[in-house]
């Protein structure tokens, strides 16, 4: 292993641990990583104006994949060595159990944060991805961009995701978090790690949808899953289950007294 891939580990396996939004108080960040993280900024626009380039080449707006369905969003550099193919792969994993698919229910959009890279360096991580992933047409709702001049950077710096570049290595400290975005290009979610819980993915985008999408069983589990700011994560409401014991005793309370009232109603002379 080279000196150069080794420090490229180590810069990734520390900015893997800033994934979350500040680092705890008690540890200070080593000065290279003061400024890497991710803030959270939700219901921030983001900027739907900024130019890139998808895989094919082809000139596009961030605009382009906003209007009807809510947009995954997630920051990479492609010649990444470790954390960028982790949190892609982890990504395709909490997919793989969905019954939503890519392209049909919500998209996902890849953007580089390095301004150099290419959009043939874009397609060929596309191939590998959305071949990992495995599902028919599911290229037509994953695109795989570069920015036009400092696109990237401005994107993430609208979302809150801060990076830093090394170019004695010519590699990026940063975190890995999960955007999950209105169909209007408002942060929504926002899913800390490189390993996503399908739960957690399932109800982002259908708070996101504003509940456009999803099943009465995801409506349940909202009533009784809350989004944590601080952890990226859905946890269980404390007061879930009482609240749903509540209801289900008015519901049988309702259904006695329905009952006792045809019970004691007056029958009909025959």
């Known amino acids: 292993m080279t000196a150069s891939i080794r420090r ?97 229910e919500f998209q996902i959009v890849t953007v580089s944060i390095d301004e150099h890279e290419t959009a043939a360096q874009a397609a060929e991580k596309k191939r590998k991805i959305v071949a990992s992933y495995g599902r028919e047409h599911a290229a037509a709702g994953w695109h795989f961009l570069v920015g036009e001049g400092d696109a990237g950077r401005r994107l993430a710096e609208a979302a809150g995701f801060h990076f830093r570049y090394d170019g004695s290595n010519d590699q990026f400290a940063h975190a890995t978090g999960l955007f999950v975005l209105t169909p209007l290009g408002r942060i929504s979610r926002i899913l800390f790690g490189v390993d996503y819980a399908p739960r957690d993915v399932r109800l982002a985008l259908v708070e996101a949808s504003q509940q456009k999408i999803g099943t009465l069983a995801d409506q349940l589990l909202l009533f009784c899953y809350h989004y944590d700011p601080a952890t990226g994560k859905y946890g269980p409401v404390a007061m879930a289950g009482v609240r749903i014991g509540a209801v289900l005793t008015l519901v049988g309370l309702a259904a006695f007294i329905v009952t006792q009232l045809r019970h004691e109603s007056p029958q009909p002379k025959a």
């Open 8 to 104: 490229g580990l180590v810069l990734s396996a520390l900015a893997l641990a800033s994934a979350a939004p500040a680092w705890p108080d008690s540890t200070a960040p080593p000065p290279g990583l003061r400024d890497v993280g991710i803030e959270q900024r939700l219901d921030q626009a983001l900027p739907l104006d900024l130019r890139f380039r998808d895989e094919s080449d082809n000139p596009v707006k961030l605009g382009d994949f906003f209007g009807q369905k809510p947009v995954l969003l997630s920051f990479v550099y492609y010649h990444c060595p470790m954390l960028c193919p982790m949190a892609l792969e982890g990504l395709v994993r909490s997919l793989r159990p969905l019954s939503w698919n890519v392209g049909e």
